[in-house]
């Protein structure tokens, strides 16, 4: 439609008054006389009200009228020269009592498939008729949808409709629009169609993992289902694809596992993988073509079709990732998924804005879209089928494909009540549920009280946050050429101390998600080549080995970003998101370069899993078996107490400056580790500079 063309246009602006807008350029925006027309029973009545100050609108005169409609029946507006316009409902869903309404609290949106019949039901309160179109065997079937309660359109298909691919067409304002299914389980590739699966051969057995005593117990390693397996190095067949977990016995160009192999003796628990849901940017078709993270979301209900081997199979959309997800549970380690509820890639193309238009996306005070994650909208969490959206796919995600953690994307622009719902659901399910998010203050239209941030912590104590104070202070701010302690500012020595135990920061230790390095922004290794430009590279890989000690032996949860255990480079570039696989594809062929550094971490990770003091539950255990000292302003003491474990007590000596430092041992102790080979003389041990050493008795 050309919108210059447009004589007359009406809006409900509430559930008794509408907006009626008539060009100035037809009859100077005057008419006697409106009427609201009902097409289904041919009701014609005529409106009273007023004309409204227009002085601010050079197009449209404008016109409010108090009158009562029907939800879900067509009106159109006529005018005193028998121009006429359908009557627009959705900017209704803006109402303060519209959540009261239409909240619809019923389990059973989308499809519901059995060899005899299929239900379909899709909440759309604002449409005026809703059809569904079934595609089966080459064939086109329309079958009208049945208005019921809280606006939920409904219809039963008396047939086996297995793998029939699906879509809504949904009509608001007189015009019918094509909708996927918000809640559907399968979707043909690029996002077509839906396509009808029977869940009782999806089914899965609940894994069985010992319990996860305590949240610090975790060790998180992040890495894309793409990355992880793209290179020519990675030995894997399934290159980019969720089967690429589920091949054993993958290796290098020298024969040194990759793969599950290499992670399940690598020692981490938790395997976290960027977005899986479908996204927008990739063809799934031609995925070598374009490259993407994934943090474009197009469907929240549906694995993306570029991870599977036929993205136009349903039964493999949902099967590849239940398989990988099992596999890593077969190794003794859990999946945390990182989801994306806060904004959508395509507000106009999304299932969410077509079947309720106005409702899903949250709006600033002028009614356009907040954009608090830069990426054009905020999904509007507090609206309540928002809400119980967002609740619907978590849950799914958790009993369907059997992840056991969330990582949150943007956490801050998803405000504190839902996310408190989220956690006490997924705890109610599975007691060992981990949840922690990305906590940054984005300027996103809800009160920053309400806002799931880490200033705002205390008020969601069960989940963490990422600790970019520890990622400052001990590696440096995004900056490149910025240093933090491990890099060499020692004026930081004090700060590293408080981020090394979190003492102040949170409600509970196991909030504190310690990360120096994670698929934003450069690689350590990379940023450490413009801050230290002036070292060695020994020197400098040193520094990342100290960086990896911290983040693996600090209080809280440690976080590994895929390839940070060996050094990994993006060749200098820092926010790879759409840079291809030659810069983001795991080098797998560098781990057996930096083998050593890999065993140091293999070390580290045992010395954390053996040794409890480590990973302190509770602030109380750590005040009363910690201790920090500042030596000489350049070395950190990190000195520990327990009561079990391999050992009684450890210190960790860090030296991130590049004098040598002598310390006084006490009696008993012996050098476990220690970078330069040290030992301890006549009750005395020289640290060397850019070193650690470890000491236990």
């Known amino acids: 439609m050309e919108p210059n063309a447009i004589r007359m246009k009406a809006i409900a602006i509430n559930f008794n008054e509408i907006r009626v807008y008539l060009s100035k350029n037809y009859y100077n925006g005057i008419s006697s006389k409106f009427y609201l027309k009902d097409l289904e029973s041919d009701e014609l009545i005529l409106l009273t009200g007023d004309a409204l100050d227009s ?7 404008k016109y409010a009228f108090h009158v009562s409609f029907h939800m879900g029946r067509v009106y159109k507006i006529v005018d005193a020269y028998g121009l006429t316009c359908f009557l627009d409902f959705s900017y209704l869903s803006m109402c303060k009592e519209f959540d009261e309404l239409y909240f619809y609290e019923g389990d059973d949106l989308g499809n519901c498939y059995t060899r005899e019949k299929t239900t379909f039901k899709v909440w759309a309160p604002l449409s005026t008729g809703v059809i569904l179109k079934i595609i089966k065997d080459g064939k086109d079937f ?79 390693y992040e890495t894309s289902v793409r990355d992880f397996s ?49 996204f927008a940017t990739v063809d799934e078709k031609n995925p070598s073509e374009l490259y993407n993270w994934g943090y474009d979301p197009a469907q929240y209900n549906v694995t993306e079709g570029s991870y599977v081997t036929d993205p136009n199979d349903g039964y493999k959309r949902v099967y590849e990732a239940q398989q990988m997800i099992e596999f890593i549970h077969s190794r003794g380690m859990r999946v945390v998924l990182d989801v994306v509820y806060n904004h959508m890639h395509d507000v106009n193309m999304n299932a969410l804005e077509k079947t309720v238009p106005h409702y899903f996306f949250r709006r600033n005070d002028d009614g356009s879209l907040s954009n608090g994650s830069w990426c054009g909208n905020d999904l509007n969490t507090t609206a309540k089928m928002c809400r119980k959206y967002i609740l619907d796919m978590c849950k799914r995600w958790q009993v369907l494909y059997g992840v056991d953690g969330f990582r949150f994307d943007l956490m801050g622009l998803i405000d ?57 202070t001990l590696r440096g701010t995004n900056q490149m050429e910025t240093k933090g302690y491990f890099s060499g500012d020692t004026y930081k020595t004090n700060d590293a101390m408080k981020a090394i135990c979190n003492l102040d920061m949170f409600e509970y230790i196991s909030q504190s998600i310690n990360y120096v390095e994670c698929h ?176 236990v008795r």
């Not at 659901?425 to 880490?454: C, H, P, V």
Request: aromatic share 10%; glycine share 6%; net charge negative.
């Open 55 to 61: 002085s601010d609108d050079p197009d449209f005169q």
């Open 142 to 220: 329309l079958y009208p949808m049945v208005r019921g309660l809280k606006g939920v359109y409904s219809y039963t298909v008396e047939e086996d409709l297995e793998n029939a691919h699906y879509f809504y067409l949904i009509k608001h304002a007189g015009n019918y629009d094509i909708s996927m299914d918000p809640y559907a389980y399968a979707a043909s590739s690029n996002g077509r169609t839906n396509i009808i699966v029977d869940l009782q051969k999806l089914s899965m057995p609940p894994h069985q993992l010992p319990p996860l005593e305590h949240k610090t117990d975790a060790i998180i």
């Open 230 to 278: 793209m290179s020519s190095t990675s030995g894997m067949k399934n290159k980019g694809k969720f089967a690429a977990f589920t091949e054993p016995h993958t290796s290098t160009d020298s024969g040194n596992p990759t793969g599950l192999d290499y992670l399940s003796c690598l020692g981490v628990t938790h395997i976290q993988l960027m977005p899986i849901n479908d």
């Open 416 to 472: 504190i009540e839902t996310m408190k719902l989220i956690d006490a659901q997924g705890k109610a399910l599975d007691s060992s549920f981990l949840i922690y998010g990305e906590g940054w203050n984005m300027m996103t239209a809800l009160a920053e009280d309400k806002r799931t941030t880490i200033q705002n912590n205390r008020k969601v104590p069960h989940i963490g946050f990422f600790n970019d104070f520890f990622r400052d």
């Open 520 to 695: 934003d922004n450069a690689t350590c290794y990379d940023k450490f080549q413009i801050s230290n430009y002036d070292e060695d590279e020994e020197t400098k890989k040193n520094r990342l080995r100290l960086l990896l000690a911290a983040v693996i032996l600090s209080q809280g949860i440690p976080f590994i970003h895929s390839g940070q255990e060996f050094f990994r480079t993006k060749g200098g570039l820092q926010n790879t998101y759409n840079a291809g696989d030659q810069v983001n594809a795991l080098d797998w062929n560098r781990k057996d370069f930096e083998i050593d550094t890999v065993q140091f971490v293999q070390f580290l990770i045992h010395l954390r899993k053996n040794n409890p003091c480590f990973r302190y539950a509770d602030y109380d255990m750590i005040r009363a078996n910690v201790q920090l000292e500042n030596i000489d302003h350049r070395m950190i003491q990190y000195k520990l107490h327990q009561d079990d474990g391999e050992y009684q007590d450890i210190i960790v000596y860090f030296n991130a400056s590049t004098d040598s430092v002598e310390v006084d041992v006490e009696d008993g102790y012996t050098v476990l580790h220690h970078t330069e080979k040290g030992k301890i003389i006549d009750g005395k041990l020289s640290i060397d500079g850019v070193c650690m050493a470890i000491l």
